[in-house]
């Protein structure tokens, strides 16, 4: 199991932050806003852990780009290539997005270590 150690990264975390990205960790795959809701942890400090592991090279990030057209994603690219710039042709109803408040997007996380991820709360 890898050790994730944030050291004197992510001060600002309370105890309960602690315990709940210590939880979340222990799937391998997830979404922020799922993790975020299902652990009652706000969605910006849950992204800082989730930026500071990826740096740690202890995760992937991915935007999940979902058009109005579909419930599910109709894109996932790397978080660090950035969002999709528009226009482009959604892949699945074939309409051009003109506008990017015709999209929502998510963070996919996806642990690396493959038995998982422990925290070192300091
Ligand atoms: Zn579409």
Known sequence: M???DPRARLRAFTTQDWVAVQRVVQRGRFTLGQASAEHSLAAE???AFL???????????????YHVCE???????PF????PSVPFTCPECERVVER???????????????????VAVP
């Open 51 to 65: 930026l500071c592991l990826e740096a740690d090279e202890l995760c992937q990030l991915y935007h999940r780009v």
């Open 2 to 4: 890898a050790l994730f």
């Open 71 to 77: 419930a599910h994603p109709i894109r996932t690219v």
């Open 80 to 83: 660090r290539a950035g969002l």
């Open 45 to 47: 400090r849950l992204l």
């Open 100 to 118: 990017p408040d015709e999209l929502s997007f998510d963070v996919e996380c996806r642990i690396a270590a493959p038995d998982g991820v422990q």
